[in-house]
């Protein structure tokens, strides 16, 4: 009959590992001598691995553990923290917001890339979805024709959610008086004055909303306002001795950017219409008369009339993107194609 395997741990102080008979049957003498011999044989020939642990490692062990435990504890609780819903009208919005936001906001977009805010129609479950948000980022100009005939009256059926309108706050300084009047454009997220103060009532709302994530928005505040006044003094040196200079649009998107860098803006569009024959041929003149060398035009407007402008001018057609969802990077790439156009 065999006994019991016994097996053997040895732990001691020092660290080492070294190899080491173990004996895992013992043979009763009345058992079979052929099977007892060759399994003596077996045992003689066979190590065994035996770990010595020092017992310092045993309580660093424990430390080790108890912190991976915690660690994995704390990324459940930030799973189970819920992300503000900030909804917004514009991509250039939603840099603001995300800017500030950081990992605590979750950010739609009403207006999609590529479509223009003035013909746009949000669906029927866009709406819906737009009820789940903590706070909605507006534009807030009369002239911006989405947000009046799809948002107002459900933002005033929900107050609920929160609002921040971009149009309050301080007023922009307006080095060059536009064609048109200036109220007329609701473009005004491409002035960086106008996207500073906006900043502030984002990081505002944010805060009322979640005090505790305060901290955090103050820190990503404090870095998109850098950023800001160092795109602004990028600009000012780069359009510097270019005040007065006129550069020419099909759709008149640029007057708040132009206005705050001294520039004027000429549009070919005028109230949302392409020119008839008599604003064409007027156009034309102008354009030879300041000698227009680019004419710039954008996504989701028809460039057949620019194109035919830029013909008779010899001027290139150019492509800028006010709804870029990137507001710094492309607000320094137009304002150098601008400087380029103009110089």
């Known amino acids: 009959m065999t006994m019991p395997a016994r097996l053997a741990w040895t732990l001691q102080s020092q660290s080492s590992i070294e190899p080491e008979r173990a004996i895992e049957n013992e043979v009763h003498p009345e058992a079979d001598r052929g099977n007892s011999h060759l399994s003596s044989t077996l045992m003689r020939n066979r190590r065994q691995w035996v770990v010595r642990v020092p017992t310092w490692t045993l309580g660093l062990g424990a430390v080790l553990v108890a912190g991976l435990m915690q660690h994995a504890m704390s990324r459940r609780v930030l799973a189970c923290v ?58 807030g100009h009369p002239n911006f024709l989405f947000e009046v005939r799809h948002l107002e009256s459900f933002l005033k059926a929900n107050p609920q959610i929160s609002i921040v309108d971009m149009t309050a ?36 709302a944010l805060i009322e909303l979640d005090p505790e994530g305060a901290p955090e928005y103050g820190q990503n505040l404090k870095k998109l306002l850098s950023d800001i006044e160092r ?74 009339s620019a194109r035919v402008i830029a013909s008779e001018l010899g001027a290139r057609v150019e492509s800028l993107d006010p709804l870029a969802r990137d ?3 492309n607000l320094r790439y137009s304002a150098e194609r601008i400087a380029a156009a103009i110089r």
């Open 231 to 304: 795109l602004d003094g990028e600009i000012t040196q780069l359009l510097a001795g270019l005040e007065g200079r006129r550069f020419m649009v099909f759709h008149p998107a640029w007057s708040h950017l132009a206005c705050e860098y001294g520039l004027l803006q000429m549009a070919i569009e005028s109230e949302g219409k392409e020119p008839g024959p008599a604003q064409l041929v007027a156009t034309i003149e102008a354009g030879r008369d300041e000698g227009i060398r680019v004419v710039f035009v954008q996504k989701g407007f028809s460039d057949r």
């Open 327 to 329: 507001w710094l990077e």
């Open 169 to 204: 706050g301080e007023e922009e300084s307006c080095l060059a008086e536009q064609g048109g009047p200036l109220d007329d454009d609701p473009h005004i997220w491409l002035a960086p004055q106008r996207m500073r103060s906006a900043a502030f009532a984002i990081e505002a």
């Open 82 to 139: 819920q992300p503000l819903v900030v909804t917004v009208s514009v991509p250039p919005q939603a840099y603001l917001v995300e800017r500030i936001g950081g990992e605590r906001v979750e950010v739609h977009v009403m207006v999609p890339p590529g479509a223009s805010p003035t013909t746009f129609e949000p669906s029927p479950q866009e709406v819906v979805a737009l009820g789940r948000s903590d706070l909605y980022v507006e534009v």
